[in-house]
Every structure is written in C-alpha cells, then in structure tokens.
C-alpha cells in the first residue's frame, strides 16, 4: 500500500472544485452505507437525499469524476466507493499524529473510523511529562520533545490538533517545520500557516452557537403572528395610563416619557 508522502491525491490538478471536494465525504459516507446493505445501484435522486444535496449538484459533482451513471440504472455503487475513495486518497495509507491527549485528543484516539477511512494514528503527543508512556487507545503517549522526529520516522503529513489555545500555533509552527503539510485544528484559535499548508478548524461551540442562533430565531418565529389584541378599557376622564412605548396617554392625547427641557 502507498504511503501518503509518496502519493498525494489528484483533485488539485485534476481542477475540481473545493466545494465538490468538500461534498465527497458525504457521498462517500452514503455509498458505504448502501454497500453495506448490499444495494448493487442507487439513483442520483435517492443518492442525493441520503447525502442532504441536491441531485442536479450531485450529478454535477460526478461529472468531475468521469462518472455519469446510467440512463434507467443509476450509480454502481462499489465502484463509486472506490472512485470517490481513490479520489479522495483513502486507498493509501495516510499516518496522522494527535497533539494534545486531554478529555478531546482521547476520544480522537478512540475513534475507530480512522483505521476505516485509511488513517493510521501513528503517534500520540503531549507536552505533559506525567502522560508520557501512558497508554491511550493501545499506544503509548510520546512527549512533545519528540515531536519532530516521529514525523520523521514515521513519515507523517497529516498532523492533529487537539491542545488548548495557547500551545496551538507553536505546536503547528514545529509540525509544519518538521514537514507536516495538512493539520486538523480542533484547538479554539486560527492557526497562521505558510503557503502551501492546509488546515481544517473543527470548533465545536462555534457549531452550538450557530444553532443557538437558529433555536432563538425559530422561537421568535413561533412568537410573532399576530394576535387579537386584548378588548381596551377605556381610562377615567382626566386620567393617565401608561403606553408601550414608555409614555403616558392623558386625555390630550400622547404624553412623551420624558419632556424637553
């Protein structure tokens, strides 16, 4: 199998797309599963659905790839795997490093899908003299002082970052130093990297914010239509009541809430 400094993957220079490259995954997880069940094709209309795009993208999406199904059949969908595997660079064996072995760094460890999608954890780092050699998800944790030379030895382009904001950019300064060219930040801060570096920031409280948003617009939906406004009491003569706006209604009409000198 090719290692991942050997063989680096085609989409670049084929000219597609960012954002159809970001759409893969998503095809790719929705074929795996259909291949699971043994579904032998799958329309571009019932593919789109699973995948949350729509079918006309989808196509569009497929023709970058040389795939445009067949006409009454749709997708062979193994060989879409494969494709959108190879496209992506998941048919090679891609070894990533995880700096950063708290609470997050752990369960990135645990994950079983990386093993499943062609990543290999290769190391595990912490800064903390007390983890090293302590072991987490079957591996050993390696100090930071090592840093550089397992990315060496294991020949790592793909590093992790899971520390807390502050250690992030100087942990991304020594992987980028040391020949890592892709970084996968999950530490709340961007990172400045040179030309030629990519990274991807996962922060998860910007996602739950985003849908706080959503939440308190959905809930100011549900509180706007309007309704029938209550049956007006009509004040004593000479009398004041107050408005919503502040002020006061007298028997001369509007009273301002606060009067100019």
């Not at 090719?2 to 929705?30: C, D, K, M, N």
């Not at 100090?143 to 294991?154: A, F, K, P, R």
């Not at 899971?162 to 100087?170: N, R, S, V």
């Not at 009509?234 to 009409?253: C, E, F, H, L, Q």
């Amino acid at each position: 199998m090719a290692t991942g400094r050997t063989h680096r993957p085609a989409t670049r220079s084929r000219g597609i797309p960012e954002a159809t490259v970001a759409r893969l995954p998503l095809y790719l997880r929705a074929l795996t599963a259909l291949s699971e069940r043994s579904v032998p094709t799958v329309s571009s209309e019932e593919l789109a659905t699973a995948a949350g795009v729509n079918s006309a993208k989808l196509r569009k999406d497929f023709s970058y790839l040389g795939s445009y199904g067949t006409r009454g059949v749709g997708y062979d969908v193994e060989y879409l795997v494969y494709q959108i595997s190879r496209e992506l660079g998941l048919t090679q064996d891609w070894p990533v490093v995880i700096v950063g072995i708290g609470n997050l760094g752990a369960a990135l460890a645990n994950y079983g899908g990386f093993a499943s999608r062609g990543f290999r954890v290769a190391a595990l780092i912490d800064a903390d003299p007390a983890m090293a050699g302590k072991p987490v998800a079957g591996l050993p944790v390696r100090h930071t002082d090592e840093l550089e030379s397992i990315i060496t030895d294991n020949d790592v382009s793909i590093g992790v970052i899971a520390t807390p904001a502050g250690a992030a950019q100087q942990v991304c300064d020594r992987l980028v130093a040391a020949g890592v060219t892709s970084i996968l930040n999950f530490a709340p801060t961007v990172l400045s990297v040179p030309d030629g570096v990519d990274v991807r920031k996962v922060d998860l409280s910007i996602e739950l914010q985003i849908l706080a948003f959503h939440e308190q617009r959905k809930a100011g939906e549900e509180t706007t239509p309007a309704q029938e406004p209550a049956a007006a009491v009509p004040p004593r003569s000479g009398a004041a009541v107050r408005t919503p706006a502040g002020g006061r209604k007298g028997p001369d009409g509007d009273v301002p809430a606060v009067m100019p000198a």
